[in-house]
């Protein structure tokens, strides 16, 4: 599953246009390729900060070279400020934030050294010893 620390979050049900999605780490240069699994976020909290859990409807495995975590807001006629995935500055820092362009590259985000984005996975216990096995921390 994917937990993201969402800000105004609606009052239950789907919330509005945004999606979590994985993606392995075969896109070249160190960058996303492959979907491996997208989920529509669904909201069970009427909270106006909180962390939002969603569960992966079909299991994967995480890739032996890595994977990444995105937040999509899909519904572009929704606005930018309804919901959203709340940023950190809380040290340290993993760099490892990037952005989907409007051209359709993926990029080192600008905020990179300064904020993470609240994104988690959580993983089940039979795969730990198989991530941490191939070098994932």
């Known amino acids: 599953s994917i ?23 075969d896109g070249g240069d160190n960058l996303p390729g492959s979907l491996l699994a997208t989920e529509i976020v669904v909201d069970a909290t009427d909270f106006t900060f909180a962390w939002v859990n969603t569960e992966l409807s079909e299991p994967i495995m995480a890739p032996a070279n890595g994977f990444f975590v995105a937040w999509e807001r899909v519904d572009l006629s929704s606005p930018p400020t309804s ?5 950190t500055n809380n040290l340290p820092l993993s760099r490892l934030t990037y952005e989907y362009t409007a051209d359709g590259t993926w990029r080192v985000a600008g905020t990179n050294h300064t904020h ?22």
């Open 116 to 137: 993470d984005l609240a994104l988690k996975v959580e993983l089940t216990n039979d795969l730990l010893d198989t991530i941490f096995a191939n070098g994932f921390e």
């Open 83 to 87: 919901v959203g995935i709340v940023s």
């Open 3 to 25: 937990d993201a620390f969402v800000r105004d979050p609606t009052d239950g049900g789907v919330t509005p246009g945004n999606r979590v999605s994985i993606y392995a780490n």
